[in-house]
């Protein structure tokens, strides 16, 4: 458990489903949480309010990561109401599936603008204004490896995130920042669940030795370590946090 109650952490995306179980679990390990938010305010700020009744810190953040003038907006916004910044998750992202033949120039751009250049915008803050030690996570996929039919853009954009971290882990060589990748696999969250038959969602259950869905904290707690003191020696890595899917 982190006990410096002065770290700060942007967790992207974070009003449901996976970001919240993260933003929660590292309230609860001691850091100040920015909750970064697209569009849903209410969420947020009900997180918040969750948080502090946990006797936690948390601040609620706008910024569409799509955006790089957002994005530097809420790294401002984070130092001045803290003093600095430690930790990012980039949990942010959508996923839409189609096969290549009938995926449309819309359904490719905005998983790319989000997913990609979303992740791109905020490592590019991060790599900027992070304190000496601080940590940086990305949320990758294990559809990276897994590779099924229809999720070739989204594959993509996760293809891309983990050669991101490769790639900046060696960049911050001598500042003794870490920079890694969570790739889960099915994860019982509404994104995962919703229009899916009951049938459906239990052969995925199945697929994993484990033979159970992860969930969002099964994720919070692989993000927690990576971004605490136990996860120090870890850098340039993507653990696959999945129960042995692949």
């Known amino acids: 458990m982190n006990t410096d109650k002065n770290k700060v952490a942007i967790v992207t995306g974070a009003s449901r489903g996976i970001g919240a179980a993260i933003a929660t679990r590292l309230a609860d390990d001691g850091f100040t949480v920015v909750i970064n938010y697209a569009g ?42 803290f003093g600095g910044i430690d930790v990012l998750v980039n949990n942010a992202g959508i996923m839409k599936l189609a096969t290549v033949t009938d995926s449309d120039d819309a359904l490719f751009d905005r998983q790319v603008a989000i997913n990609l250049k979303g992740t791109f915008n905020t490592l590019r803050e991060a790599a900027k204004r992070l304190r000496e030690g601080g940590r940086i996570v990305n949320l990758s996929s294990s559809v990276v490896g897994l590779y099924q039919p229809t999720y070739a853009a989204y594959a993509a954009t996760k293809a891309g995130v983990e050669a991101m971290t490769h790639v900046l882990s060696k960049e911050l060589r001598g ?31 199945k697929l994993a030795p484990l033979e159970r869905l992860g969930q969002p904290e099964d994720i919070a707690a692989a993000v927690s370590f990576l971004a605490g003191p136990d996860g120090a020696w870890i850098n340039g890595q993507v653990i696959r946090a999945n129960g042995g899917i692949i």
């Open 175 to 205: 500042r003794s920042i870490t920079v890694n990748a969570i790739a889960p696999g099915p994860t019982a969250t509404a994104l995962f669940l919703d229009g899916k038959p009951q049938a459906v969602v239990d052969r995925l259950a």
């Open 40 to 81: 849903s305010a209410s969420e947020a700020d009900a997180l918040v309010e969750a948080i502090e009744a946990r006797g936690g810190r948390a601040i609620a953040a706008q910024a569409d990561v799509s955006d790089p003038a957002a994005v530097a907006r809420m790294f401002d916004a984070a130092q001045a109401a």
